[in-house]
């Protein structure tokens, strides 16, 4: 309750995302100037459905920043406030209970602490494959 995560701000997550999807993007510019666009373009589709095709792809490749950025704060956010909803609960319980029952919570809140270490490796670990996922798209075309 008495601290914010700066990983669970929309803004920040986004700006991440959007800052690496924009250095991708002008990496492949760079790499492949015009050729670039040909990305939206699948390889051995049918040349009737390229432009329904194309948009999709664009759209497709338009969402990358917002998909990245949204997982990976909702996912925080979602822990977050699970973790901190726990311990105020569990803190009024240890401050008006007077049994041994009271080391349960703890154990409850050490658990969940552990759990939320782990969700925060896999949205690493998620986060990153996706931008390698994004970057080969950028330096290998088709």
Request: glycine share 4%; with cysteine.
């Amino acid at each position: 309750m008495f601290s914010f995560p700066l990983t669970t701000h929309i803004s920040l997550t986004f700006g991440l995302a959007l800052s690496i999807w924009l250095a991708i993007i002008i990496l492949g510019f760079y790499n492949f100037k015009y050729s670039f666009f040909s990305i939206f373009m699948p390889t051995g589709a049918p040349l009737i459905l390229s432009p329904l095709l194309v948009f999709i792809e664009f759209a497709s490749h338009i969402s990358r920043p917002v998909a990245l950025g949204m997982r990976l704060a909702a996912n925080l956010t979602a822990g977050h406030i699970l973790l901190a909803i726990l311990c105020d609960f569990f803190s009024k319980i240890l401050y008006f209970s007077y049994s041994l029952f009271i080391i349960f919570p703890v154990f409850i809140i050490i658990f969940m602490i552990i759990l939320e270490i782990g969700v925060l490796i896999i949205q690493a670990y998620v986060f990153t494959l996706l931008c390698l996922i994004y970057l080969k798209d950028s330096l290998i075309l088709h």
